[in-house]
């Protein structure tokens, strides 16, 4: 046990990273933050909307879609690679449906068939056709977030600007955020009552569409630093910790950049001292403050049962009558 | 982590990461297959089925012993609507897994299992106190324990693969699964999983059907519905965790899921569901071993998955109740049903019109009635012949209608004004507003139906236009005259 | 051959709620019931939507969590007489994809008597045969439940609940959604059950008809705001407390309540 927990060093751990290792860790910690972030924002629709398995099968079809961009294009440009994973998604959602919609069989089912099968697709095609490769299976796993930094820089116009994967996914979540901004209000109808959003005239085929593409288009550029799978934490993650937090959705939209950073920070930290895939130590530390915002949450019930029930025989006539 | 320099080559090659992923291991195994010298399918094929190779032998019956366990287990996930509680549990194990390995320091199958199976019933636990416990939607509680048990298992994989003694094939075969490295150990625990799975099933089978169907009823009856959900967590955190091996972490939910989607779709009764749901499981599993002993460095889970989907496939646009060619056969034959009741409905209108007197409907009279061209009317004619309701003399152009013909085109018109009747008068609809949907009732009212109607209308003689309602077999016998 | 229930004891009556008191996340749904319904009779339990009548059942039934108070059937907890109770839940409670046919759905109100492990035997296949006798839908018992309409689906409930041979019946919302000759089988077979001395509550919606089905009726508004014989209870000051100020049907129905009408509301 003792090779596995390296000696907890405080100086390595809490302040290298901010001062000394700062131009190295400051590039990984952003780009940890604006996955998370980013991801968290749009995953706060999937979790209104009971498709936070959704993400998860988005994630895991992106697969097959890679490989078919790779062997339609020949290059592993962010263009082919963007354009498959679209894709796939495409595929995905439309196969979905048309599994379940003219059958008996459950929107659930047909989720777990249709990406399973893709992902198997993927795997079959890789193996056909790509079989000789000697790589860093890390970075599927849990993507190559420590190697951020030492991409070569982006240059513009005589500035340096930083890694282009912080670059790019700064630019996917700026058009992410703008989005959401504009269709606010369209999310919002058709994640709470699709049947009232279709008397109103949103057209929610299209919205949800949308939502999965954008969705799919945060995974293509997740998939890189944190991997398939630790990608769905960040998704799910910073909204469910925020409905402990906020019962409006800007509050928790809020909430969930908050733990973002949080997430991030103490991941980074967590990773430093256990020398382990700073991604997964991210997703960990995300998990810790889930369950802490939780604890929170229950604490404040039973303090407000307690008080509550100290006026049980006081409630007014009006308030019975009014009902339920 | 130290973070390492990289070259930009690999920035991209996630997509080559999988590959290599689950090639690595089977690079390594690749001798246990025994040595593949010849391409040719049918001899491989008689070697495969015939166990002339031993590791061959363990890969077919590990592969069917997990189709069966997988199979009847997923059949309850499926109709409980938990799809996708395998996938979070089998993502949920690594850390168990990371835990098993770490206690021997060496791949110990038996410390591994309970460290997986452990780590999979922490996720079950999880899974059902964050559903209980707050307000967050199950999908949501599935996706948080996937991934968050997932990140602490990468962790410790992560720290592991930096001891000296970490061996990284070890951790890596359970992850990406490879069936070929079954060996007679992994048999055992596979076969013991498989016996528990149909012992519970038939000793069980009664309440896993109540509380599958009506958890709540099967509670207020008394039956312990807790208990058998968290028994039946138990079995499938032990068989995904089995399975694990064979056909690795992602797809060892399909195993639990498409067999027992196919055979939702093709059958009515549970315990026929349970048994097509092994059945395919076993087929797809014996497929999958056979076909990546085809090639060389072949992954197997893919290919079960991949045989797996092909059976649903068929199942889902060929089966006979539910498949999606059988909805439209069906729905076709209706369509084919209604437009030639409407054809007689409105040769009978034209007899009526006449009353019945001054010989048969010619096609010219018909077309005109409707309001279509005389080619139209012929094709629709045409269309009596077979179900040997009319018929068309060619010579004069005449239609005759058949007894049986007659006999349904009075009926339709009986349901017809009966109908408008009942709305009319029962249901207060304005006279005017009765016509279209009687237009679609007509065909669909069965006989009691309309005896009740009769009776409810006081076997009524007109309907809301002032038009007789007729009494078919009385009519049949009066146009013969 | 179904057996009557034995007669209750005199002591113990078959349904007694102390001070029970229900909330789910936070709301309250239920505040301080206290019921003793007596045995034989028929009850009604109305109030408007949201005012925890579904809950009520299900607390008793032991399917929701709660808060405070207890439960007690013929003088024992439900843990100990459980299969002395019936159940029929909402039609929307379940699934009618599910791969079973009638009879499979009406065996299954014999599972609670047979233990773990033990099967339906050929007297528990006939009890279930009698049962959908009495719903009329012995016809059919080899169809897939899919394939009925909302009244046979309720009917089949009912057989369900009635071949658990139980003395007292919750009922929640059997006549929701179902035709006018279903219901009036529901009715004859409900009173059928009072007259072999069976307590039955149910959960109803319409206020007419509870009227006139119902011995009688628990007025229900998150607490008791009345429960009595049918006529004392069905006025119309009582009704305004239960339902509030939305009545507009209401109060011509509670006024020819009062009036002693017996007219069929149009």
Redesign the interface.
């Known amino acids: 046990m003792n ?3 390296p000696p907890f060093d405080p100086h390595a751990v809490f302040v290298v990273p901010w001062t000394s290792g700062l131009p ?1 860790f400051g590039w ?1 910690v952003l780009m940890g933050f604006l996955v998370t972030a980013l991801c968290g924002i749009v995953g706060n629709y999937l ?1 209104l909307r ?4 959704m ?2 099968a988005i994630s ?1 079809s992106v ?1 097959p879609g ?2 078919l961009a ?1 062997l339609a294009f020949g290059s ?2 962010i263009g082919p ?1 963007l354009a498959g994973a679209l894709f796939a998604a495409v595929v995905t959602t439309g196969l979905i449906e048309l ?1 379940h919609r ?5 929107p ?6 249709v990406f ?2 893709l ?6 095609l ?2 056909l056709f ?2 000789r ?10 993507g ?1 977030l ?2 951020v ?4 820089f982006l240059r513009m116009g005589g500035m340096v600007l930083g890694p282009p ?1 912080v670059i790019r996914m700064a630019a996917a979540g700026a058009v992410v955020l703008v989005l959401v901004a504009l269709f606010y209000k369209e999310l919002l109808v058709s994640s709470f009552d699709a049947a009232l959003a279709r008397c109103v005239g949103i057209r929610t085929g299209l919205v949800h569409h949308a939502l999965m593409a954008g969705v799919s288009v945060l995974v293509v550029f997740a ?2 630093s944190v ?1 398939a ?2 990608v ?2 960040m ?3 910073p ?2 910790t925020s ?2 937090l906020s019962e409006r959705l800007p509050g928790r939209m809020a909430w969930s950049v908050m733990h973002a950073a949080a997430s991030s920070v103490l991941g980074l930290h967590l ?2 001292w ?8 991210m ?2 530390a995300g ?1 810790v403050l ?1 369950v802490c915002a ?1 604890g929170v ?2 604490v404040r ?1 039973a303090l ?2 307690r008080f509550a029930g100290a006026d ?1 025989g006081e ?1 007014s006539g009006a308030g ?5 | 982590m130290k973070p390492r320099p990289t070259s930009p080559a690999r920035s991209g090659f996630a997509l080559w990461a999988w590959g290599g992923v689950a090639l690595s291991p089977c690079v390594a195994r690749a001798s246990r297959i025994g040595e593949l010298t010849t391409n040719d399918v049918t001899a491989q094929a008689a070697r495969f089925f015939t166990f002339a190779d031993p590791s061959a032998r363990w890969a077919l019956l590990g592969a069917l012993l997990l189709g069966l366990s997988c199979g009847l287990l997923g059949g309850f996930l499926v109709v409980r609507k938990l799809s996708l509680v395998g996938d979070a549990l089998s993502h949920a194990v690594l850390p168990g897994v990371a835990a098993g390995f770490l206690w021997s320091l060496t791949k110990n199958p038996f410390a591994i299992f309970v460290g997986a199976t452990a780590a999979a019933l922490l996720g079950a636990l999880a899974v059902e106190a964050i559903t209980r416990g707050s307000r967050l939607p199950q999908d949501t509680a599935l996706g948080l324990v996937l991934s968050g048990f997932f990140a602490v298992g990468i962790c410790l994989v992560s720290m592991i693969q930096r001891l000296p003694t970490g061996s990284k094939s070890g951790i890596d075969k359970f992850l990406f699964g490879q069936a070929a490295a079954i060996g007679p150990d992994d048999l055992v625990l596979l076969a013991a999983v498989a016996a528990a799975s149909v012992l519970a099933v038939t000793l069980f089978h009664k309440e896993l059907l109540a509380t599958s169907f009506d958890p709540g009823f099967a509670t207020a009856s008394g039956l312990p519905a807790v208990w058998i959900h968290r028994g039946l967590m138990v079995l499938l955190a032990c068989s995904i965790v089995v399975s694990l091996q064979a056909v690795g972490v992602v797809l060892v939910s399909a195993m639990l899921i498409i067999p027992a989607a196919t055979a939702y779709l093709l059958t009515d009764r549970m315990n026929r569901l349970l048994a097509i749901s092994a059945g395919v499981g076993m087929f797809a599993g014996a497929m999958g071993a056979f076909l990546s002993f085809l090639g060389t460095n072949l992954p197997t889970g893919p290919f079960m998955v991949l045989t797996a989907g092909g059976v649903f496939a068929l199942a889902w646009l060929f089966g006979p109740r539910h498949g999606v060619l059988a909805r439209q056969l069906l729905h076709h034959r209706n369509t084919l049903r209604t437009a030639r009741e409407n054809t007689l409905k409105a040769v009978y209108h034209a007899l009526e019109t006449r009353e019945f007197e001054g010989g048969d409907v010619t096609i010219p009279e018909l077309a005109a009635l409707r309001g279509e061209s005389a080619m139209d009317t012929r094709r629709a004619i045409a269309m009596l012949r077979p179900a040997g309701l009319g018929d068309l003399d060619p010579a004069s152009d005449r239609i005759r209608l058949t007894p049986a013909g007659l006999q349904r085109a009075g009926e339709i018109v009986r349901n017809h004004r009966l109908w408008e009747l009942y709305l009319a008068n029962a249901a207060h609809f304005a006279t005017d507003h009765v016509h279209e949907d009687a237009d679609e009732i007509e065909h669909v009212l069965g006989e009691e139906t309309v005896r009740r109607l009769e009776e409810r209308l006081d076997h009524a003689e007109r309907d809301p236009h002032g038009r007789p309602i007729p009494r078919p077999t009385a009519n049949s016998t009066r146009a013969q005259r | 051959m179904l057996s009557s229930p034995t007669s209750p004891s005199p002591v113990s009556p078959p349904l007694e709620i102390h001070d029970l008191t229900v909330s789910y996340h936070r709301k309250p749904v239920l505040y301080g019931i206290d019921l003793v319904v007596p045995a034989g009779k028929l009850v009604g339990i109305v109030g408007p939507n949201g005012a925890g009548k579904s809950t009520l059942i299900k607390a008793c039934m032991g399917l929701v969590p709660v808060r405070s108070g207890w439960v007690k059937f013929f003088g024992q907890p439900p843990s100990r007489s459980l299969t002395r109770v019936g159940y029929v839940p909402q039609r929307e409670s379940v699934d009618w994809d599910f791969p079973v046919n009638v009879m499979d759905v009406v065996l299954m109100g014999r599972y609670g008597r047979l233990g773990l492990i033990r099967r339906p035997s050929r007297a528990d296949r006939d009890i279930a045969r009698e049962c959908l006798e009495r719903v009329g839908m012995l016809p059919y018992a080899d169809r897939q439940i899919a394939n009925l309409s909302g009244g046979q689906q309720q009917r089949i409930f009912l057989a369900r609940a009635l071949a658990q041979e139980s003395e007292l019946y919750f009922m929640d919302e059997p006549f929701a959604g179902v035709d006018a000759a279903t219901e009036s089988a529901i009715v004859t077979l409900l009173q059928d059950l009072r007259a072999r001395g069976c307590t039955i509550l149910v959960v109803h919606h319409d206020l007419p008809t509870a009227r006139q089905y119902f011995d009688m009726l628990l007025l229900l508004n998150m607490r008791v705001t009345a429960f009595g014989p049918t006529e004392e209870v069905f006025t119309s000051e009582l009704l305004q407390k239960t339902y509030g100020g939305r009545l507009t049907i209401l109060s011509e129905v509670a006024h020819a309540a009062a009036a002693g009408s017996d007219r069929r509301i149009p």
């Open positions: 090779a596995l927990i190295v990984v979790i009971r498709m936070a398995l993400g998860d895991h697969l890679l490989a790779f592993r440009g690679m599994l003219p059958t008996r069989l459950k659930d089912a047909a989720t777990g068939i399973t099968c992902f198997a697709a993927g795997v079959v890789i193996s790509a079989d490769v000697d790589l860093d299976q890390d970075c599927v796993l849990h190559e420590a190697q930094p030492f991409e070569p994967s998939f890189q991997g799978i630790l769905i934490a998704l799910i993650l909204g469910a409905s402990f990773a430093l256990l020398d382990c895939s700073i991604a997964a130590a997703v960990v998990c889930f939780w949450s229950a019930a407000r049962q049980n409630i019975v009558i009014q009902g339920g």
